[in-house]
């Protein structure tokens, strides 16, 4: 496969951010044993390591999601394959129920809090290891393996030794992780067949970043898209003229209709709340391609779902409110016995097209900020 022909075997490279004198000392101190340990443990590559220190006031308590988006840029910007934010800040424990860590998938990166280690501050030979464990569990996390109890200071002994299942799982990834594009041979390529052709290799790593996601939070979570989705249902429905256009429209046309309003409707969010960030020089990676894959189709499947949501309030309500001998009026039928159940499903699906219009424009009148931590930040770790 010529995509296969352009590919190029490059360093895994590891950022760590630091934000904060103290998480600033942790790095500096345990660096060059996190790059002795990772080196040793999978000499299959090479590797390289960088340390940046941007220091920065934040809120208590601490969302990550700023924080994954920064990483998210420095990675494009840097061309890491990963990257380790690390703060001494309290992590909001609706992010993170052990307060320890917030791993993003989709972005590649973790959120680190040294908060629980600030008894151990002048003890530095009992903190390192113990912050070479959190690391290591949030890489391993990042490389495929499924989600461990994080618990460090309980463990009699710090460092995470991987068993060789873990390795296996690992190796595996880092592979991939390892390949990149040139920019300039991208070009060659259409970057749709490069896309497609990552959708094809990745699919597990595609579906683990867009469920980490939840993307049927949007049904609930969005309070203008609800809300707009809602009083367009209500106003419709109500409506004789409605009814009757719906009545005459085919099933099939309609289903079309709604296919064509979810594209659309995460093409105008996508592009509204600037989702798929551009940038970074060089290299184009496996990993930004998933991001912004899984980004696609969290939309995607988060409008279906407010569409069949829609779609089965929309029939419950209709049979429950709308009798045969109301709509038989309404329709000019001659009795109750000739509404078909068809007209409340052809009724339902019409209303629901133009609720989910109405509710992705409202979703496009939210905050970008709020709307980025409901894609990427609404999940506890």
């Not at 360093?11 to 600033?24: C, H, M, R, Y």
């Not at 113990?130 to 996390?141: C, K, P, Y």
């Not at 070009?187 to 049927?216: D, K």
Request: aromatic share 10%.
């Amino acid at each position: 496969m010529k995509l296969t022909r352009l590919l190029k075997t490059e360093p895994v490279t590891v950022g760590f951010l630091t934000l904060d004198e103290i998480s600033n000392n942790m790095v500096e101190e345990t660096l060059a044993e996190i790059s002795s340990s990772l080196s040793q443990t999978f000499p299959e590559f090479a590797w390289e390591f960088t340390h940046l220190n941007e220091e920065m006031d934040l809120e208590d308590p601490l969302k990550t999601l700023p924080l994954l988006d920064k990483a998210y840029l420095n990675m494009l910007e840097r061309r890491w394959a990963f990257c380790f934010v690390v703060t001494e800040r309290r992590m909001d424990p609706r992010e993170s129920r052990g307060g320890w860590m917030k791993i993003s998938i989709s972005h590649s990166a973790a959120v680190l809090s040294l908060h629980k280690l600030a008894p151990l501050a002048s003890e530095m030979e009992l903190a390192r290891p113990i912050f070479i464990d959190l690391v290591e569990e949030a890489f391993a996390r990042l490389n495929g393996l499924q989600k461990t109890p994080v618990n460090i200071l309980l463990k009699e002994k710090a460092g995470r030794y991987f068993t060789p299942e873990d390795k296996e799982v690992i190796i595996k990834h880092l592979k991939e992780v390892a390949q990149v594009v040139p920019q300039e041979r991208l070009r060659e390529a259409s970057r749709i067949f490069y896309y497609l052709w990552v959708i094809v290799r990745h699919p597990l790593w595609i579906a683990r970043a867009t469920l980490s996601h939840r993307p049927w939070s949007m049904i609930y979570r969005s309070t203008r898209l609800v809300f707009a989705a809602i009083a367009a249902m209500i106003l419709s429905v109500v409506t004789v003229e409605f009814w009757d256009l719906a009545v005459n429209q085919n099933i099939w046309r309609t289903l079309s209709l709604g296919v064509g309003l979810v594209i659309l409707a995460s093409i105008f969010v996508i592009w509204k709340h600037h989702l798929l960030a551009q940038g970074g020089r060089g290299e184009r990676s496996t990993q930004m391609a998933v991001f912004k894959i899984s980004t696609v189709l969290t939309l995607l499947i988060g409008f279906v779902l407010l569409f069949v949501t829609l779609f089965a309030v929309n029939l419950l309500l209709t049979f429950a409110i709308f009798p045969r001998t109301l709509v038989s009026k309404w329709l000019n039928l001659e009795s109750a016995s000739k509404v078909p159940v068809s007209n409340y499903i052809r009724v339902s699906l019409l209303v629901s097209c133009l609720a989910l219009a109405v509710g992705a424009l409202g979703a496009g009148l939210e905050e970008s900020e709020n709307f980025r931590y409901l894609l990427y930040g609404s999940g506890r770790d």
